[in-house]
């Protein structure tokens, strides 16, 4: 549960209580730090998230062959300003990192404002906006302001300063397992590149921690999961070329991404589908809320390296407003404001169903596997109303699981077909295991 952006655990393993977690505090307190591809915001952000979840820390030092790639040079600002020829700071990157293009060189000068427009980056539709620019693996340096500043900027030459460092260092990234009762896992992967950006992508990873601390409170399942807090792209790519031979463990999968905004949410499908994406679909129908399905395309965050040929892993994207359709997206419009507690309670909660719904879907047969079973002589119907008084199984739930565990059909499968909940037709398996009428397939 949430109250006023805290999410509440009730315990852990060892039986003693989380506290809660304040995910806007914890949202402000990322926001500021001058993520990158690498670097030292990076580390700041993933000590920040160590104090809420036993999260493993990784460094892959720069150069390491990654697939086709190598990881690239290490970057970290310090300061950088421009300032008109009397002194006066007209930009200072202590106020919004947003205001020096990612990976830009240092650099040092006196500058014509011609020479200077070459490197500056404004949005003239959105003009008391800051874009967000890189410059990855182009060296290169600028400057991102908004555009109605620049517009006043008509002297003829100015101070500029980017005091950065791009040298040989290391990638970091952060990771965390909890263990299931079997060696397979559910993937939940952020990316943690991006600076000052509230929805994108603060908001994956503040929820991300609440469910690694939500789970990590729950009594072992079936499946493990595995978080990854990593640079997009090039960290899930590096993740990926480093456990290549483990892959074959993730069972399920998901990128989280833009869930702090108050848009409907979408589910983009993987690359060759997969249960995950029944799943989400049936999860979101149920949910009440307004969503849209999308199919997969090469291009948005790293469910596309995950479903990377020779990869092909059932990963999907959870998001809310999609990526590049909302004005905030990019800019300093998406702050700490434009996310709201709300909006992360929602995707909390529904993101909590459907890792349910994967861990607690199996595969029944009937025991008997003849005609339709007599359940007075069980007691499933005095079974059934106690389970109804508590919102659980129906006659018509039980039925259909009845009907339809003939060691093919999952249980996801069963509520589809059914259009019920998949909590209801779980509650009428457990109901027929007790009784002995069903038993579970194993692939």
Same mark, same amino acid.
């Given at each position: ?65 990654? @697939?086709?790639?190598? /990881? ?17 700071? &007209? ?162 999968? &998901? ?20 249960? /995950? ?61 434009? /996310? ?10 529904? &993101? ?59 249980? &996801? ?8 909940? @998949? ?21």
């Amino acid at each position: 549960m949430m109250l006023d952006g805290v999410f509440k655990t009730a315990g852990n393993d060892d039986g003693g209580i989380l506290p809660p977690l304040d995910v806007m505090s914890l949202l402000r307190t990322l926001f500021p730090l001058p993520r990158s591809l690498t670097g030292n915001g990076v580390r700041a952000t993933l000590q920040a998230l160590k104090q809420h979840i036993p999260l493993d820390i990784h460094e892959v030092a720069t150069g390491t062959q990654v @697939f086709d790639w190598d /990881v690239p040079r290490e970057w970290n600002i310090r300061a950088a300003s421009i300032k008109a020829l009397d002194g006066r700071v &007209l930009v200072d990157f202590a106020d919004n990192n947003l205001h020096v293009v990612g990976y830009s060189v240092p650099v040092r000068g006196t500058f014509t404002r011609e020479q200077l427009a070459a490197h500056i980056h404004t949005l003239p539709d959105q003009p008391e906006a800051i874009p967000y620019r890189t410059s990855y693996y182009a060296e290169n340096w600028g400057f991102c302001l908004p555009h109605s500043l620049w517009q006043t900027m008509q002297d003829e030459a100015y101070e500029v300063e980017i005091d950065s460092a791009l040298a040989d260092g290391a990638l970091t990234y952060g990771e965390f397992l909890i263990p299931g009762e079997t060696d397979q896992e559910i993937l939940i992967s952020v990316h943690v590149c991006h600076p000052s950006l509230a929805n994108d992508n603060l908001s994956g990873i503040v929820v991300a921690t609440a469910l690694a601390r939500h789970f990590l409170a729950q009594p072992k399942r079936r499946f493990g999961i595995r978080f990854l807090f990593l640079p997009a792209t090039i960290g899930a790519i590096t993740w990926l070329a480093q456990n290549e031979d483990h892959l074959d463990r993730i069972a399920h999968g &998901l990128v989280l991404t833009c869930i702090g905004d108050d848009g409907p949410f979408h589910y983009k499908k993987t690359v060759d589908g997969a249960v /995950v994406d029944l799943a989400a679909e049936h999860v979101l129908r149920h949910s009440g809320h307004a969503f849209g399905m999308l199919e997969f395309s090469p291009y948005g965050y790293d469910e596309r390296q995950y479903g990377s040929p020779g990869i092909v892993l059932p990963v999907g994207c959870l998001m809310r407003s999609i990526h590049g359709t909302f004005p905030e997206y990019h800019t300093s419009l998406d702050n700490c404001d434009f /996310v709201t507690s709300e909006a992360l309670d929602q995707s909390f909660h529904l &993101l909590v169903d459907l890792i349910e719904l994967l861990q607690r879907n199996a595969t029944y047969r009937r025991v008997d596997g003849r005609g339709e079973p007599q359940l007075g002589r069980r007691g499933l119907y005095r079974a059934i109303a106690g389970q109804k008084e508590a919102g659980g199984a129906s006659q018509m739930d039980l039925l259909w699981v009845l009907n339809q565990c003939d060691g093919n059909r999952s249980l &996801l499968d069963i509520a589809e077909r059914a259009k019920a909940p @998949f909590s209801r037709i779980r509650a009428a398996a457990d109901l027929c295991l007790n009784a002995e009428l069903i038993t579970e397939v194993r692939p």
